[in-house]
Nanobody, 119 residues
Framework: VQLQASGGGLVQAGGSLGLSCAGSERTFNAYAMNWFRQAPGKEREFVAAVSRGGGTTRYADSVKGRFTISRDNGKNTAYLQMISLKSEDTAVYYC?????????????WGQGTQVTVSS
């Protein structure tokens, strides 16, 4: 599965932004979808995950209540809606596909999309 992340950009603190991750194949719905991020000088960290059918989600504590992950298997696309953005949310955001929710192996990765939150 090839993944293409998009939707990043520059936003002011307190603002909102939505990311998309488009999959290339109909087998998209065979995988849980995950979002990670990596800030400059920091390790990549888990952000959110959604199960294959979309019924189960998981979030990092740092984004709970502000970020919402979802998916539309008919469009082979996963989404990450972000509100109340903070400067510490600035990072490159990556989507990744895995056989089960938020669990290795993360077999396929998108190329990353930059999110910059200005304070």
């Amino acid at each position: 599965v090839q993944l293409q992340a998009s939707g990043g950009g520059l936003v002011q603190a307190g603002g909102s932004l939505g990311l998309s991750c488009a999959g290339s194949e109909r087998t998209f719905n065979a995988y849980a979808m995950n979002w990670f991020r990596q800030a400059p000088g920091k390790e990549r960290e888990f952000v959110a995950a959604v199960s294959r059918g979309g019924g189960t989600t998981r979030y990092a504590d740092s984004v709970k209540g502000r970020f919402t992950i979802s998916r539309d298997n008919g469009k082979n696309t996963a989404y990450l809606q972000m509100i109340s953005l903070k400067s510490e949310d600035t990072a490159v955001y990556y989507c990744a596909a895995s056989p089960t929710l938020a669990t290795r192996p993360f077999r396929y990765w998108g190329q990353g999309t930059q999110v910059t939150v200005s304070s």
